[in-house]
């Protein structure tokens, strides 16, 4: 990601017709995938690589804040992701003292568990007040 023309490659075979395969093998019924493909266009795989690029060493810029948390939280992660892998997220969990929850799917989940995600996030809310 850090060398412009791999970053660059990446993004260029990131076709609609490439994207609605790789959403379909994650689990979005056809029309959804083909939806959700659409979207990837040249402005989001811009947003991607800069991101990407920006992220160069998270771990020092954020470790400091994550050990200063003290607040209730909830992380949220796939299962199967195959980009980052379950155990960040149950690392995060433990570092800050979240509640974890495994979403039994890969990494677009906020499409693919929309109902319990959202069960979560209400349930979660509401142990706050």
Do not use: N
Not at 39 to 56: E, F, H, N, P, Q
Not at 85 to 103: D, M, N, Q, S, Y
Not at 106 to 128: C, D, K, Y
């Amino acid at each position: 990601w850090q060398t412009p023309d791999v970053g660059e490659q990446v993004m260029a075979i990131m076709t609609p017709e490439a994207m609605t395969v790789l959403f379909e093998s994650e689990g979005f019924a056809p029309a959804d995938a083909a939806a959700e493909a659409a979207a990837v266009d040249d402005t989001m795989k811009g947003c991607i690589l800069a991101l990407y690029r920006s992220a160069v060493h998270v771990a020092d810029d954020w470790a400091a804040d994550l050990d200063a948390i003290t607040t209730p939280g909830l992380v949220l992660w796939a299962t199967a992701d195959p980009y980052v892998g379950p155990e960040f997220g149950t690392r995060l969990a433990e570092r800050t003292g979240a509640r974890h929850v495994g979403l039994d799917c890969g990494h677009w989940w906020p499409t693919l568990r929309t109902e319990q995600v959202a069960a979560e996030l209400t349930a979660f809310w509401a142990s706050l007040a």
